[in-house]
């Protein structure tokens, strides 16, 4: 998704079927042409939601980089141990030379798949990405009941994450799923980490999912406060008079019973 300003500038390299956003030679035939793309939003739209949980001194890993200014923002901003990656030669040509004559050489520009990242495990304090995971869901039929394919991809995305990051690491998730669809697999048994989300963005939401390892027992122990607290006010709802009265023309409450 771009600007209106973008669309009209850029020639379109909407591909001719969802699932070529699965496909290598997709994104490096596009890459070879286009200079610079950012999905969704741009870091300033979103940055307050992110820096809490760096520090200068993290060591961040950047997935599916592309040609956004994402990695560039980061290091302006006084994040400087970047390692971005992206599975297009392409692009990683393209971003290290701009990054060199913008004095950004101490970035470290790879290709590399995110389904099998090639370092070791513990490598990284932060692993941040933008748009990227969202790619492997392109060729699902319902979010709604994800297929066997799109599963096992993104358990192996989650799975090199969850490995490469060090015992306190976080994964940062910027996208427009919502957590309803997301929160299934970020949460799965296998991983030690606790899911927090936030929203940014006017009309449309877009969504940034923190994810610290080692912090999943706390997370669900606060979420389970918040579903009782949330019971609790339902029931006490229900007894209420009010609420009698309500009920004969909200279905939306009735809903949520
Ligand atoms: C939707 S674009 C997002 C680009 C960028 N993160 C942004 O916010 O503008 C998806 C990017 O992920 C890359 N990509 C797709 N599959 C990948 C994979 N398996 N491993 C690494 N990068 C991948 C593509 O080459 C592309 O640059």
């Known amino acids: ?48 939601l992110v820096t809490p949980h760096l520090q200068p001194s993290s060591k961040i890993l950047v997935l599916g980089c592309g040609n956004s200014s994402l990695t560039a923002d980061l290091f302006s901003d006084g994040f400087q141990r970047i390692t971005s990656v992206d599975l297009s030669p392409a692009v990683i040509e393209r971003m290290q030379k701009r990054a060199a004559e913008k004095g950004m050489g101490c970035i470290e520009w790879r290709v590399a798949d995110m ?103 706390e997370t669900d122990a606060a979420e389970r406060e918040a579903v009782a607290a949330e019971g609790a006010k339902r029931v006490a709802l229900k007894e209420s008079p009010m609420h009698e009265h309500m009920e004969q023309d909200d279905y939306l409450l009735r809903m949520s019973l």
């Open 115 to 217: 389904l099998d990242l090639p370092f070791p495990d513990g490598t990284f304090d932060a692993v941040i990405e933008k748009g990227t995971m969202d790619v492997l869901f392109v060729d699902n039929d319902s979010p709604w009941s994800p297929r066997p394919e799109v599963c096992t991809r993104v358990h192996r995305m989650l799975t090199e994450t969850h490995r490469v990051l060090s015992s306190d690491g976080v994964f940062i998730s910027v996208t427009f799923a919502q957590p309803h669809f997301r929160r299934p697999f970020l949460q799965a048994p296998q991983y030690s980490w606790g899911v927090d989300v936030a929203t940014f963005g006017e009309g449309f939401h877009y969504f940034v999912y923190a994810m610290r390892k080692g912090t999943r027992a």
């Open 1 to 48: 998704m771009n600007t209106s300003k973008q669309a009209a500038e850029q020639p379109s390299f909407l591909p001719d079927h969802n699932a070529r956003y699965l496909d290598a030679k997709y994104w490096d035939e596009r890459f070879q042409k286009e200079e610079e793309y950012e999905w969704f939003k741009g870091y300033k739209d979103f940055a307050n």
